[in-house]
């Protein structure tokens, strides 16, 4: 079984390098709230575009990522911003 920060760095990983397969077993096994700093997967949705993986970011927006987050994470940019950027 795995452990939360377990979780956390392999999902992280999969969304930095691009592994659609990894990301897809993570989010299908424990969704885009398991982790509260994924801030459902806003915060994911924020590193796959930072990284141009737009089949990861699909992916995380088909999951109901909340992409408009009211006193959420600081990140630089909101997710359209990093689209457009990108």
């Known amino acids: ?4 920060e377990e979780v956390n760095s392999s999902l992280n990983r999969a969304v930095r390098e691009g592994d659609l397969e990894g990301a897809k077993e993570l989010i299908n096994s424990f969704g885009l709230s398991y982790i509260k700093e994924w801030s459902d ?4 949705l924020c590193q796959a ?6 089949a990861i970011a699909k992916l995380i ?5 909340k992409v408009n987050i009211e006193n959420g ?3 630089t940019g909101t997710p359209l911003h990093l689209a457009v950027i990108s």
């Open 73 to 75: 994470p600081k990140l």
């Open 1 to 4: 079984m795995f452990d939360k």
């Open 41 to 44: 997967g806003y915060v994911l």
């Open 61 to 65: 927006l088909n999951h109901d990522c």
């Open 49 to 54: 575009l930072i990284n141009k993986n737009t």
